[in-house]
């Protein structure tokens, strides 16, 4: 169905190159001070959306209504002052020249207030990047090369799962982030996660990148916490033409993409954008040891085995329900197999997209624009697990009108997992399959039941056991035992597999997710005398859907419903002939599941200077973050522990300690005579919230100099986190005498073998009503966070520009033991050099540097290194071809790195391609 609507969107396209296109009344060249032409120069009639662009010989051609008087053309491009011209009157032969800027100071945002103002006097800090600087970067996708520009920091999980971040909290999730597209909402629902560019502007299209540093919920809602990353494409009124780009590179790295871009007629235009990537992904295969287990845990080299960082399916003693110690006051873990095993041929990273787009014209000044994407790919993606994005594909609608005062926009996404499997549960799920009860070869006979075994996991077990019963030390047991394990690309190893990969969790690993979201929003922008003024709202749904894989959904079953909406206004008014601007923004949010809330912000600018290029700014703002719809509604049996949802009553129960601290015997008994020292609650989930105050001054400086430099200090209060706990999965505490059942102190009667009364642990069994318990809870410890970011710019020359930044980022003290996922480096700077010489040779080059620090997440907790790499590219355009020969890459020094705790390391990407552009 959705392959012939997207064929229906392709032909009706190609069916409107009969249309004609009417006379064109304004027609011109624009060329540059040395009167070379300039192809690309963006032609636009100012306060509407009639416009064009110049075409190879820097001609161009526009049908302009003069019936409502004298109108205004502004001519502007990429490294040269823009330049506005008023006509009263048709004109057939306008000559225009630019001249040359080094700096633009009249370069112009959106996303800071959802009005556009010049970027020297946004009231908040605002990083933009043009679609040049993106295609000069050296990374293997775009937003890799946004690691290079201030105050922004980039967290890899494979080659394509890349995330942003500013001013702390990074995670592979980025979920306190939001990343939008044309102010389209870029996250994959079932997850709440954005995908990398994904879902994003295929880099072909990209106009520019804004990215809002701090809160900005006032304007944008929740989530909008630490920053909004706002992508724009371009639009086909505007940017005609043909565009491809080709790369290729090391780890089989291909990149292919294209753009088609059409003004049918004066009222329609459309474009079609197709990409498709794929290379040789990155594996995680860090042998360390984990932090956060459930159990004792050792190293590497230990006789009793140990739960490695990547490496799944080492299942404990514990977890096994081994009640007679088979070492004494020890645990014993089988081998597992490592990330690259698993994956084992599948470790090809790709992603595609299609994107068709129809705009039409109702008036000048009213546009109406229908667009598709379709979007996929295979990816790892890490979290409480390492996730392996096999097929994922998103489908998602956007429809719109949009004038220069007021735009009415509506969306829908809706995600498909494909073949998406958890490495951890295909591990887990394989060392624990009986192979006879799957149809697969049984194993040999078990000598103490003269049945054959029922896992690989008991075979591991009784090995080990009877060789130590037989004098063996641990190292010999270990090894006696290891023997019997399946081995990496042995047919049982394949079979066990397959049919784990294959099957859906809970008996298997697949996440067979099938979410929707959909989104209507709309603004008006009102221009009284006292002030500039703007309203609007947003409605936003969610479908879950899992099969009862991961939400608490069942299979066939209803989708979960959820829903949020909320109203914004702003009111600017400036003082002192245009001096000081002061801006008050505010928005109320409503949920389903949680409280309203309130986001004001308030900011000031003062400018000053011949050239308004002198800017002092403040602001405070308070946002919000709402919790995933994972945290709300996931049911998640990882084996180790049962991962709930907590928007209901909350929970209570003991803290694990009752079973690790001391003697549990005596714990229990302690319970059971009314000791609450190991109680434990956590309360119903609630919005995290952050307060902001910055101050920020930014400036140019004789043309040739820009410097920025901002301050903040953010509070944050209820944060998100999550704990293991021992509970009852209905929220109850658990009794004394439960727990003891639990443990296996007391026998009771055990479903899983025929209600036979036996004593058995039961703390990770499926049918056991006492558990370990892991829910998302709003902790009420207060973090404090403060930073300082600093940029320089120098253009010296055409030939040569200079740019470094640096930033700092420290968070307060807090109580040992607390995790608050902050994973930022205190210290970090980018030095880089970048020029063109003769308009045909560009190059650039850069140098990032960042201090260790340790990284917190749910997988687990460990040290990340310093880090220091140097990115460079090359670029020779070849005019007569309408091409430019590229060739750049990442990381030269091949300098093997960490960005997340777990992930792979990261090393050299070199490539070599070639661009066409043909207006």
Not at 190 to 196: I, M, T, Y
Not at 307 to 320: K, M, P
Not at 380 to 402: C, G, H, I, M, P
Request: some cysteine.
């Amino acid at each position: 169905m959705k392959r012939r609507i997207l064929l229906s969107i392709v032909m009706l396209c190609c069916s409107f190159f009969a249309f004609p296109v009417l006379a064109q009344n304004v027609k011109g060249k624009v060329i540059a001070s040395d009167n070379s032409t300039l192809p690309g120069v963006s032609v636009t009639v100012q306060g509407s959306f009639v416009g064009t662009s110049t075409n190879g010989d820097g001609a161009f051609a526009l049908n302009v209504n003069f019936e409502k008087g004298p109108i205004v053309l502004e001519f502007s491009m990429l490294g040269f002052q823009t330049q506005k011209i008023s006509l009263s009157k048709p004109n057939a032969d306008l000559k225009v020249t630019l001249k040359e800027a080094s700096i633009n100071f009249d370069e112009l945002v959106v996303s800071a207030s959802r009005v556009e103002e010049r970027i020297l006097e946004a009231p908040v800090t605002v990083t933009k990047v043009s679609s040049n600087q993106l295609l000069a970067g050296g990374g293997p996708e775009m937003f890799s090369n946004l690691a290079r520009y201030q105050g922004i920091d980039v967290n890899s999980s494979s080659m394509l799962l890349t995330t942003i971040s500013t001013r702390g909290f990074n995670s592979p999730k980025s979920e306190r982030m939001i990343q939008l597209a044309d102010y389209v909402d870029t996250q994959v629902p079932s997850l709440n996660l954005n995908a990398g560019n994904m879902l994003g502007v295929a880099e072909l299209d990209v106009s520019s990148v804004e990215i809002i540093h701090g809160p900005a919920s006032a304007l944008y809602g929740a989530n909008a916490f630490n920053g909004v990353l706002l992508t724009n494409s371009k639009d086909p009124f505007y940017t005609e033409g043909l565009s491809l780009k080709l790369r290729g590179g090391n780890r089989s790295l291909f990149d292919g993409q294209i753009r088609y871009a059409k003004k049918l007629t004066d009222k329609l235009a459309f474009k079609i954008n197709a990409s498709y990537f794929s290379a040789d992904d990155w594996m995680a295969n860090d042998q360390s040891a984990k932090r956060i287990t459930s159990a004792k845990n050792y190293g590497p080299g230990s006789a009793f085995g140990y739960d490695a960082l990547n490496t799944y399916g080492e299942i404990s003693t514990v977890q096994a329900g081994v009640t007679t110690p088979i070492v004494p006051g020890e645990v014993i873990y089988t081998p597992g197999w490592s990330e690259t095993a698993l994956i084992a041929n599948d470790n090809r990273t790709l992603s595609y997209r299609i994107n068709p787009s129809i705009s039409y014209l109702i008036t000048d000044k009213i546009k109406a624009t229908l667009d598709y994407k379709r979007a996929g790919g295979t990816t790892t993606y890490q979290s409480t697990s390492r996730y392996r994005f096999k097929n994922l594909s998103v489908d998602q609608f956007r429809a719109e009108l949009k004038s220069d005062k007021w735009f009415l926009r509506a969306f829908r996404t809706e995600d498909n997992g494909g073949d998406t499997y958890d490495l951890s549960f295909l591990g887990a799920r394989m060392a624990t399959l009986n192979p006879t009860a799957a149809g697969l070869p049984a194993l040999p006979i078990n000598p103490t039941t003269g049945q054959p075994y029922t896992s690989h996991t008991q075979q591991f077990f009784t090995t080990y056991g009877g060789a130590i019963q037989q004098g063996a030390t641990p190292a010999q047991a270990y090894a006696a035992a290891s023997a019997t394990w399946p081995q990496a690309g042995s047919p049982s190893f394949n079979a066990l597999r397959k049919y784990n990969a294959e099957l859906n969790q809970p008996a298997g690993s697949r996440l067979p997710v099938n979410s929707v979201m959909t989104d209507v929003s709309g603004q008006y922008q009102f221009g009284f005398k006292f002030a500039d003024v703007i309203v609007g709202g947003a409605y936003r749904a969610f479908g879950l859907a899992s099969q009862g894989a991961v939400f608490e959904d069942s299979p066939g079953g209803d989708r979960i419903e959820n829903y949020e909406y909320g109203v914004y206004s702003q009111v600017a008014k400036t003082f002192f002939n245009d001096a000081l601007k002061l801006q008050v923004a505010a928005r109320l949010d409503d949920f389903k599941n949680f409280e309203s809330k309130f986001s004001p912000r308030a900011s000031a600018v003062y400018t000053f200077g011949e050239k308004r290029q002198h800017n002092f700014r403040s602001s405070y703002g308070v946002a919000f973050r709402s919790p995933t719809q994972i945290d709300q509604y996931i049911r998640l049996d990882i084996g180790s522990a049962l991962l709930l949802g907590n928007v209901r009553n909350g929970f209570n129960g003991y803290n694990t300690t009752l079973l690790t601290q001391g003697s549990p015997a005596a714990n229990i008994a302690a319970v059971a005579g009314g000791s609450t020292a190991f109680n434990y609650a956590a309360p119903r989930l609630d919005l995290e919230q952050v307060a902001t105050f910055e101050v920020g001054y930014k400036t140019i400086i004789q043309d040739k100099l820009t410097f920025d430099i901002t301050y903040f200090r953010s509070n944050y209060n209820n944060f998100i986190g999550a704990q293991p706990f021992i509970g009852n999965t209905d929220g109850s505490r658990p009794t004394a005498g439960q727990i003891a059942v639990a443990v296996g102190a007391v026998p009771a009667p055990d479903p899983n073998d025929n209600n036979v009364v036996r004593a058995r642990n039961r703390l990770n069994d499926a049918s056991s009503p006492t558990r370990i318990i892991q829910v998302w809870f709003n902790s009420q410890q207060e973090v404090t966070t403060q930073g300082v970011s600093v940029g320089l710019g120098y253009a010296y020359k055409k030939e040569l520009n200079f740019n470094a930044n640096y930033s700092y980022n420290k968070i307060g003290d807090l109580p040992t033991g607390f995790l608050a996922f902050f994973n930022t480096p205190e210290n970090k700077f980018n030095l880089g050099i970048d020029g063109e010489f003769k308009k045909r040779l560009g190059y650039n080059v850069n140098y990032r540097w960042q201090q260790g620090f340790v990284y917190e997440f749910p997988f687990d907790v460990g040290p990340i290194d310093n880090i220091g790499t140097l990115d460079a590219s090359l670029s020779y355009k070849v005019p007569k071809a309408k091409s430019t020969i590229q060739i750049g890459g990442s990381n030269l020094t091949n300098a093997y790195n960490t960005q997340i705790w777990g992930g792979p390391q990261l090393g050299r990407m070199i490539f070599a391609g070639i661009l066409v552009d043909i207006k």
